[in-house]
């Protein structure tokens, strides 16, 4: 599912300025990245068939909402863009004590930034919160939804990471101990935040910090390779590619990370996740892939994958100290 090129200028153009070409050039990398990524919701035959969603059948805003709440969930909006309401999904643990901080962990979901909603990360969030955690999945802006590009998807993805934080005492959460993740799209936000300085909503409160404390990832994007970049758009892609790709941000004291990736994977290469494990590892951090033999992409959202990266992420978090290891 390739991402077009052409795009509408977002409406905050005061934080682009020299970058307007770049963010058209955002979209056209992002389609080396990530081409189809199949939702755990179906689309409708024509479309599916096509391999690409009409703007009538993408998700709403609110996409999933309705399923989320009625599984649990405590809604909040997080951010308003135009008149547009930014919502994330909170399951709490059912012990957890008035005044009581919890680890936590935020989900974004994948899509290619064009589908997708929050509730494909429901069965994930109900097994972390039964295990004490406060487990979240939140919703960014896709394209053609007030006019965003891929930037403004992962600026979306900070802000959701510092509203958490700024409202840790609210929702019972340890702010120091906030792992992030997600799948394919969701899982470069989850990096993007990690690793990448610039590209913050002005809006957001820069004080508090958007870096994870641990990675949760399926199936991610990690990089943009300088190749595709110059194919689409010669050297000011190379450049912009240096300022937006993870890959080429990991330094010391990153967070530590899990990735579950299939090896056969043709929308995101296993191979790219290679890459950054090894240079996580070359700058002196944590990074474990758990490699899943002959899977495409997306395997995670079926069974028996879901259940077992699920149990492998649980090992992962009991390993960082956010969770007790199961009897």
Same mark, same amino acid.
Request: net charge neutral; charged share 25%.
């Given at each position: 599912?390739?991402?077009?090129?052409?795009?509408?200028?977002?409406?905050?153009?005061?934080?682009?300025?020299?970058?307007?070409?770049?963010?058209?050039?955002?979209?056209?990398? +992002?389609? +080396?990245?990530?081409?189809?990524?199949?939702?755990? @919701?179906?689309?409708?035959?024509?479309?599916?068939?096509? *391999?690409?969603?009409?703007?009538?059948?993408?998700?709403?805003?609110?996409?999933?909402? @309705?399923?989320?709440?009625?599984? *649990?969930?405590?809604?909040?909006?997080?951010?308003?863009?135009?008149?547009?309401?930014?919502?994330?999904?909170?399951?709490?643990?059912?012990?957890?004590?008035?005044?009581?901080?919890?680890?936590?962990?935020?989900?974004?979901?994948? *899509? +290619?930034? %064009?589908?997708?909603?929050?509730?494909?990360? %429901?069965?994930?969030?109900?097994?972390?919160?039964?295990?004490?955690?406060?487990?979240?999945? &939140?919703?960014?802006?896709?394209?053609?939804?007030? $006019?965003?590009?891929?930037?403004?998807?992962?600026?979306?993805?900070?802000?959701? %990471?510092?509203?958490?934080?700024?409202?840790?005492?609210?929702?019972?959460?340890?702010?120091?101990?906030?792992?992030?993740?997600?799948?394919?799209?969701?899982?470069?936000?989850?990096?993007?935040?990690?690793?990448?300085?610039?590209?913050?909503?002005?809006?957001?409160?820069?004080?508090?910090?958007?870096?994870? $404390?641990?990675?949760?990832?399926? $199936?991610?994007?990690?990089?943009?390779?300088?190749?595709? &970049?110059?194919?689409?758009?010669?050297?000011? *892609?190379?450049?912009? /590619?240096?300022?937006?790709?993870?890959?080429?941000?990991?330094?010391?004291?990153?967070?530590?990370?899990?990735?579950?990736?299939?090896?056969?994977?043709?929308?995101?290469?296993?191979?790219? /996740?290679?890459?950054?494990?090894?240079?996580?590892?070359?700058?002196? $951090?944590?990074?474990? %892939?758990?490699?899943? @033999?002959?899977?495409?992409?997306?395997?995670?959202?079926?069974?028996?994958?879901?259940?077992?990266?699920?149990?492998?992420?649980?090992?992962?978090?009991?390993?960082?100290?956010?969770?007790?290891?199961? @009897?």
């Amino acid at each position: 599912m390739a991402i077009p090129l052409a795009w509408k200028a977002g409406p905050r153009r005061r934080l682009w300025g020299p970058l307007a070409f770049a963010s058209v050039l955002v979209f056209a990398l +992002a389609s +080396a990245v990530f081409s189809a990524q199949p939702t755990s @919701e179906p689309a409708s035959a024509p479309a599916k068939a096509a *391999g690409k969603r009409s703007p009538s059948s993408r998700p709403s805003a609110g996409a999933g909402r @309705e399923k989320l709440t009625s599984s *649990g969930a405590v809604d909040y909006v997080y951010k308003k863009v135009g008149d547009m309401e930014l919502r994330l999904y909170v399951f709490s643990p059912a012990d957890r004590k008035s005044g009581e901080r919890r680890p936590a962990v935020l989900f974004f979901h994948g *899509g +290619a930034f %064009i589908s997708g909603d929050p509730s494909s990360y %429901i069965d994930q969030c109900k097994h972390f919160s039964a295990r004490g955690m406060v487990a979240i999945t &939140a919703a960014y802006r896709l394209k053609g939804q007030q $006019n965003a590009n891929v930037l403004d998807s992962c600026m979306d993805g900070k802000s959701a %990471i510092r509203w958490v934080r700024a409202h840790a005492e609210e929702l019972g959460v340890d702010p120091d101990r906030l792992a992030v993740g997600g799948g394919s799209a969701g899982g470069f936000i989850a990096v993007f935040a990690a690793f990448i300085e610039k590209h913050d909503d002005p809006d957001d409160d820069l004080k508090i910090s958007c870096v994870p $404390n641990a990675l949760v990832l399926f $199936n991610p994007g990690v990089e943009v390779t300088e190749e595709k &970049a110059r194919q689409k758009g010669g050297e000011e *892609g190379v450049a912009l /590619v240096k300022e937006i790709s993870p890959l080429d941000h990991v330094g010391k004291d990153a967070p530590p990370a899990i990735i579950f990736h299939g090896t056969a994977d043709t929308t995101v290469p296993f191979e790219t /996740v290679l890459r950054f494990q090894k240079k996580m590892q070359e700058t002196g $951090n944590r990074c474990e %892939i758990v490699p899943y @033999e002959g899977r495409k992409h997306s395997f995670f959202n079926k069974e028996p994958d879901k259940s077992d990266t699920i149990q492998k992420s649980d090992a992962f978090l009991v390993g960082l100290g956010y969770l007790a290891k199961q @009897e």
